[in-house]
């Protein structure tokens, strides 16, 4: 994080208020820059520049900068921000990944009764989070099969709500300055010049056509020993524990991706290991349905 926190600021000081540039064959002078702030969250424009030439043309440049060593493109996704990326489509988009690697899911182990990987002993898998990378992450991970036209918006933020759309550049709201126009990738620790970020930028349409966008599904375990899961996560894949003739059984449920939490499920298998009588967690060995995946395998 710091270095991307960098990276904005050695390309915003390349373009202060009153200064010029040479873009496309023709001279501008800065008329505002600096970092759009949306009321809430994030945009995709980390600088934006706004220039005007000598006969009156106004150049917007709206950059998005993509650090080369980051994997992360979105995570802890919900499915508000599933929308903001996406689109109305998000949920089959989503639906379309998680099915694609179900069996991955079906041959996972739902309870761990001893350390298996970096999966912790003692614990139940509430469900998958869902997580956007430049590249493969990891067994439950593909590519996202879009469009080239969901590619761009998904890179320029075409569908943010309209308050990151119009995010706000010092104290002033600029239409569609949360919407990025170029990409400029580096490592935060190149000393750029100004001509060096002008013309490593491409334009965000070009860009977006030659990438891969990955997902990837990560575990939401409920860690018994210590009562807890990592929080209200929004779950790609979920599993419907429920008790069926007085064993606790599970059912994996791909139809409904992010629409159920990880508070909602963790708070109902509590419950049913109450009425299950679970004292303790080798208690589990004589109330499971032979239809959960354990390990080790009995």
Not at 81 to 96: H, L, T, V
Not at 121 to 135: M, S
Not at 165 to 173: F, L, Q, R
Request: charged share 30%; with cysteine; aromatic share 10%.
């Amino acid at each position: 994080m710091p270095d991307f926190v960098n990276s904005e600021h050695c390309i915003e000081k390349l373009f202060p208020i009153g200064s010029s540039f040479s873009f496309e064959e023709k001279e501008y002078k800065v008329i505002l820059s600096g970092k759009p702030r949306p009321s809430r969250g994030e945009c995709k424009t980390d600088i934006y520049i706004k220039g005007v030439a000598s006969d009156g043309e106004v150049k917007e440049i709206k950059i998005s900068i993509k650090q080369k060593n980051a994997d992360f493109l979105e995570n802890k996704m919900s499915l508000n921000r599933a929308y903001e990326i996406f689109g109305k489509d998000a949920s089959n988009i989503i639906k379309q990944c998680v099915v694609s690697i179900e069996g991955s899911f079906r041959d996972d182990y739902l309870i761990c009764f001893e350390r298996y990987g970096k999966t912790e002993a003692h614990t139940i898998k509430l469900g998958w989070k869902f997580e956007l990378l430049n590249k493969q992450g990891g067994q439950k991970s593909g590519i996202i099969e879009l469009t080239e036209s969901q590619k761009y918006d998904v890179f320029a933020g075409i569908n943010l709500s309209d308050d990151k759309k119009n995010s706000c550049i010092k104290s002033t709201v600029i239409e569609n300055s949360g919407v990025a126009n170029y990409i400029l990738e580096f490592t935060g620790r190149e000393n750029l010049s100004k001509e060096d970020c002008l013309r490593m930028m491409q334009p965000i349409g070009e860009y977006a056509k030659s990438q891969n966008i990955y997902f990837a599904c990560k575990a939401l375990n409920y860690r018994y020993d210590k009562n807890k899961w990592d929080g209200p996560r929004s779950l790609s894949v979920y599993v419907n524990w429920f008790i069926d003739n007085e064993k606790l059984n599970a059912q994996f449920v791909f139809d409904s991706p992010l629409e159920h939490k990880g508070n909602e499920i963790g708070n109902n298998l509590k419950l049913l290991l109450k009425k299950l009588g679970i004292k303790k967690f080798d208690d589990l060995k004589g109330k499971l349905s032979p239809n959960v995946k354990c390990y080790p395998m009995e």
